[in-house]
């Protein structure tokens, strides 16, 4: 069973910095693209960043480039995001995703809990 | 402002077919396959439909997806009070380079 756990989030004051962390379990996590995807309370879905299998090609959101940073680990079966200059806009619930193709970009096919970020003095 | 544009809810009663729409352009839904996602409060996303009219494995055939142009559809029939929950279109835009989502539609049963 596909199983992503969200780690990380919590109450931080605006301009700090976070890293989120979704460990993965129950496939075999490299050869999948990841992404993370954010909803702030009572709002729509947001795409973040997607990262491939390998970390051959990382796309970002336009609006939020230069604030966050994808990574993984396929040896921890993990993948990350550091964001930097949280600003209150930034909170919501993130949500860590598999893609659903092996190869471009298909769709988020599991979902993991997700993890609350509150940015707030 | 969603990139993808969705009616903000939609209704039914029991037994109804209910159809909510998803609406692009030619760098997104125009080229690209259209996904659907519903989500119950409280709970994470789930995939409802991929590929404009794939169903996963578990999601009852009463539910169906279709495309046309830039624009894509989602439909339940024999709606029940379980399909109560917020749906979501999205779709890679190759001009952003990223995924778009629509603003979400709330269906409720009446």
């Known amino acids: 069973e596909v199983q992503l756990v969200e780690s990380g989030g919590g109450l931080v004051k605006p301009e700090g910095s976070l890293r989120l962390s979704c460990a993965a379990s129950?496939?075999?996590?490299?050869?999948?693209?990841m992404n993370w995807v954010r909803q702030a309370p009572g709002k729509g879905l947001e795409w973040v960043s997607t990262?491939?299998?390998?970390?051959?090609?990382?796309y970002y959101a336009d609006s939020l480039k230069g604030r966050f940073t994808i990574s993984r680990d396929n040896a921890k079966n993990s993948v990350f995001l550091h964001i930097d200059r949280l600003t209150a806009e930034d909170t919501a619930v993130y949500y860590c995703?598999?893609?659903?193709?092996?190869?471009?970009?298909?769709?988020?096919?599991?979902w993991g809990q997700g993890t609350l970020v509150t940015v707030s003095s | 402002q969603s990139v993808l544009t969705q009616p903000p809810s939609a209704s039914g009663t029991p037994g109804q077919r209910v159809t909510i729409s998803c609406s692009g352009s030619?760098?997104?839904?125009?080229?690209?396959?259209v996904n659907w996602y519903q989500q119950f409060p409280g709970t994470a996303p789930k995939l409802l439909m991929y590929?404009?009219?794939q169903r996963p494995s578990g999601v009852p055939d009463r539910l169906s997806g279709s495309k046309a142009g830039t624009s894509a559809s989602l439909a339940i029939s024999g709606l029940q009070t379980e399909d109560e929950a917020d749906y979501y279109c999205?779709?890679?835009?190759?001009?952003?380079?990223?995924?778009?989502f629509g603003g979400g539609t709330k269906l409720t049963v009446l």
């Open positions: 995703t598999r893609d659903l193709s092996l190869g471009m970009p298909g769709g988020f096919d599991s």
């Open positions: 129950g496939f075999t996590f490299s050869r999948y693209s």
């Open positions: 990262i491939s299998s390998h970390s051959d090609y990382i």
């Open positions: 030619s760098s997104n839904i125009g080229i690209n396959t």
């Open positions: 590929s404009d009219y």
């Open positions: 999205a779709a890679w835009d190759d001009s952003l380079n990223g995924w778009v």
